[in-house]
């Protein structure tokens, strides 16, 4: 009986070890996963503003480059400041190249 009582009051003082070793354990590893989810969600709207930046940036790009794309200020530019002009149906040759 007495050694009955001794394998019981272990299998008790070991469960109790394991309970006090794994509940600090969990607790150490539930914080570890919060840093961790607070580090990604940081990194994420960080990100995100940069994407945003990026998206405008891209935008404004496009804006300009239709501006300095129009045909009008292009012909204006060639003739004004290049002295270009339209060439004549007669100054156009074509040359035809064989593959």
């Known amino acids: 009986m007495k050694r009955k009582h001794n394998i ?11 309970m006090v070793i794994s509940v600090p354990t969990l607790l150490m590893l539930a914080g570890t996963s919060a840093r961790r989810s607070q580090k990604l969600e940081a990194e ?31 012909e204006r530019i060639a003739s004004k400041e290049l002295g270009m002009k339209r060439a004549e149906t007669s100054d156009i040759i074509r040359i035809e190249m064989k593959r």
């Open 44 to 74: 994420i709207n960080r990100l995100e503003k940069w994407q945003t930046e990026l998206v405008e940036s891209n935008r404004k790009l496009i804006t300009e480059i239709s501006l300095q794309a129009n045909s009008d200020r292009v």
């Open 8 to 18: 019981l009051w272990l299998l008790k003082s070991a469960l109790l070890c394991v």
